[in-house]
């Protein structure tokens, strides 16, 4: 099955710094979504990007979408110590019953 | 706000018990979804449901089974725990406009 594969596995930066964190699918998608989960809890539903969208903001948030690379990018601008956690892509099969999620990327944002 | 809730959130049984998981969502979705997540492994879906009475098989079935008699309830029944079955399960039910609600995770442990 397709799996979405993060990049990096962890990130470490100082407030105030732009986090940006890379996704990479394998097959054709319906859609792509950011999800972020703080440690020992569920995942909360950030951001879902559409096959024939390029780009979507959310507040911090920039998900960016190049299907003919099968990647995708998360920016958090202005980071912020809460934004520390885990945040983890999954790409929705075409069939949209099927989510598949990567590994996740670590952030840390320290003070 | 949609609640997706799971019956424990901490869990522990002993091998070849039969242990049963129970999610709950009460904004009327059709689909549901059961994940575990393991370190270094991601989620990884085990079964979901399109609709009362309707179960699919996800990625990793084997030593699972499922139960959707209600809408708003979908079970997960480890008919005879293993050790390999320690893990963190995460319930999610999705809404029509895509993305998922994520429950806050149940951690079973084996022993």
């Known amino acids: 099955s397709q799996q979405g594969e993060e990049d990096p596995q962890a990130l470490s930066i100082q407030e105030g710094e732009n986090a940006t964190m890379n996704c990479s699918y394998k097959t054709s998608i319906n859609n792509l979504q950011w999800y972020r989960q703080n440690s020992g809890r569920g995942l909360v539903h950030l951001i879902l990007i559409r096959s024939n969208e390029r780009e979507k903001h959310s507040g911090r948030l920039r998900v960016t979408l190049d299907t003919s690379k099968k990647s995708s990018s998360l920016l958090i601008t202005a980071s912020r110590a809460a934004d520390t956690a885990s945040y983890f892509c999954?790409?929705?099969?075409?069939?949209?019953?099927?989510?598949?999620f990567g590994k996740g990327t670590s952030l840390l944002v320290t003070p | 706000d949609v609640k997706v809730t799971q019956s424990s959130r901490y869990l522990v049984k002993r091998t070849g018990e039969k242990v049963f998981l129970e999610c709950v969502q009460d904004?009327?979705?059709?689909?549901m979804f059961w994940y575990r997540q393991d370190p270094g492994l991601g989620l990884r879906l085990i079964y979901f449901s399109y609709d009362v009475k309707m179960k699919e098989k996800g990625d990793i079935p084997e030593g699972y089974s499922v139960s959707r008699e209600k809408k708003e309830r979908f079970s997960l029944i480890l008919e005879s725990a293993s050790t390999n079955q320690t893990s963190m399960y995460l319930c999610a039910s999705r809404p029509p406009a895509g993305g998922r609600y994520f429950g806050p995770g149940t951690r079973l442990t084996v022993l």
């Open positions: 999954a790409s929705t099969s075409l069939s949209g019953y099927a989510l598949n």
């Open positions: 904004m009327d979705h059709e689909n």
